[in-house]
Every structure is written in C-alpha cells, then in structure tokens.
C-alpha cells in the first residue's frame, strides 16, 4: 500500500521551493537588494505583479491544503481520486513540455542571456508542474 506520507515529503519540497521564489520576488520587489536578480529576471511580464503576487498565494495555499493532507495521510486531497490523478498527469506532461518549449524559444531569442538569464518563472512553474507530476502518481498508482 502507498504512504500518502511518502509523497508528502516530495509535494512540501516542492511547495517550500516555490514559497521561496515567491518571497525572493517580494523581497526584490520592496528592497532590491543587489544580490537578488532584478525584477526582470523574474516576472515574465505577462501579468502585473499584485495579479502575479495573487494568484501565487492561491497557488501556494493549494499546495499546503494538499501537503498537509499528505503528511497526515487523510483528508479529500489523499482519497483515491484517479480520473483527477489522470489529469494532473497530463496536466503535469503539457505543462511542463510547455516549459521546455518556452526556453528553447527563449534561449533562441535571447542567446545573448545563455543559459539561465530570464529562466526563474520557467524553472518555477517547472517545479508547479513537479508538484501536479507527484499528486497525479499518487493518485494513478494502483494501492
């Protein structure tokens, strides 16, 4: 049988990794310290950042509600839910392929930033789709 406690330690690395870079973006934001990158480095500019800085909240709060389940090993997010498993899964598979597609068109448009330069919300929503990756085995792995 799976330890839902198991995973839980995967799903809260995954949250507490995500937690940082969501303080790191705080913290440059009210005092751009210099051995922060800039704010460039990392918002992509699609959202403004208090719509950025909202719906990261929401997003972490998921993730905790689902990593607290996971270390007490009950509550919704821990019952067998496979048909959500299997659309975290592919979930997971899209999202992160999107990923790899949006550095390779990065990396090809800016090769003057190789090979980290503006990567910080793509290694993030990376670490996102880890997250969704490891919630969806979860619930996918025959018990």
């Known amino acids: 049988m799976k330890d839902p406690a198991a995973y839980g330690v995967y799903l809260w690395l995954l949250t ?3 937690f940082a870079r969501v303080l790191g973006q705080l913290i440059v934001v009210v005092y751009a310290p210099r051995w ?7 918002q992509s500019g699609l959202l403004r950042y208090p719509v950025l800085l909202a719906s990261q909240a929401v997003v972490l709060t998921l993730m905790v509600w689902i990593s607290v389940d ?12 496979p048909r959500l ?14 990923m790899v597609a949006r550095y390779a068109i990065r990396m090809t448009r800016r090769s003057d930033q190789r090979w980290l330069g503006g990567t910080i919300p793509i290694i993030f929503h990376s670490v996102v789709a880890a997250f969704q990756w490891t919630f969806g085995t979860y619930h996918t792995t025959p018990r």
């Open 16 to 18: 507490v990794l995500l």
């Open 85 to 98: 498993g299997r659309a975290a899964l592919w979930w997971s598979y899209l999202y992160f392929g999107a």
């Open 36 to 42: 922060l990158p800039p704010m460039e480095q990392w």
């Open 70 to 81: 996971f270390s007490r090993g009950a509550g919704f997010w821990v019952e067998p839910l």
